[in-house]
T-cell receptor, first 118, second 106 residues
Framework: GAGVSQSPRYKVAKRGQDVALRCDPI?????LFWYQQALGQGPEFLTY????????KSGLPSDRFFAERPEGSVSTLKIQRTQQEDSAVYLC????????????????FGQGTRLTVV | GIQVEQSPPDLILQEGANSTLRCNFS?????LQWFHQNPWGQLINLFY???GTKQNGRLSATTVATERYSLLYISSSQTTDSGVYFC????????FGTGTRLTVIP
């Protein structure tokens, strides 16, 4: 597609429910990033994929958070047993090359998924 | 990871005024971008500027990589410039600053 697409745009989950958030990156982009943005805060890094390899998951807040990108394109962020503190906007970004490269590393963001846990 | 700090955290301007937003980063970076987050939460790419200077209309940006900072200049500000401006920087990964909330009043 022309841009990064995320679905759903809005998700309301009952506490304890599992959720899955989807990210379709720009076609051909090697790198894919997930961020969590709480209300009034800046985006916080969660995890990074280079193709299908998850190279950095240091930002995942707990073992309830899991991300995958099995074929190196679409990615899913799964949150198990959701809690109220998981309420946030989850942003996905992709870039043509890996950040360590000195070119073509501009990141493009989707519109995000707003998760509300009640 | 790299620490990214932005200043000022809040800025209120009269329409027509100029402003400078600053981004400091703690280590060498390959990637530096400036974004404007619109009221619907979308991050709009302003500049991809790991080094050097770029201009786009009333906006311009300069990154001095050796001194680990970047500046975003907004000239002749308009009310539509209001919102939060983020700097994102990194080498092996990408990290956001805490943002500058700009309010332009008529």
């Amino acid at each position: 597609g022309a841009g990064v697409s995320q679905s759903p745009r809005y998700k309301v989950a009952k506490r304890g429910q599992d959720v899955a958030l989807r990210c379709d990156p720009i076609s051909g982009h090697v790198s894919l990033f997930w961020y969590q943005q709480a209300l009034g805060q800046g985006p916080e890094f969660l995890t990074y994929f280079q193709n299908e390899a998850q190279l950095d998951k240091s930002g995942l807040p707990s073992d309830r958070f899991f991300a995958e990108r099995p074929e190196g394109s679409v990615s899913t962020l799964k949150i198990q047993r959701t809690q109220q503190e998981d309420s946030a906007v989850y942003l996905c970004a992709s870039s043509l090359e890996a950040p360590a490269r000195a070119w073509a590393t501009e990141a493009f963001f989707g519109q995000g998924t707003r998760l509300t846990v009640v | 990871g790299i620490q990214v700090e932005q200043s000022p955290p809040d800025l209120i301007l009269q329409e027509g005024a100029n402003s400078t937003l600053r981004c400091n980063f703690s280590d060498s970076v390959n990637n530096l971008q400036w974004f404007h987050q619109n009221p619907w939460g979308q991050l709009i790419n302003l500049f991809y500027i790991p080094s050097g200077t770029k201009q786009n209309g009333r906006l311009s940006a300069t990154t001095v990589a050796t001194e680990r900072y970047s500046l975003l200049y907004i000239s002749s500000s308009q009310t539509t410039d209001s919102g939060v401006y983020f700097c994102e920087a990194g080498a092996n990964n990408l990290f956001f600053g805490t943002g500058t909330r700009l309010t332009v009043i008529p």
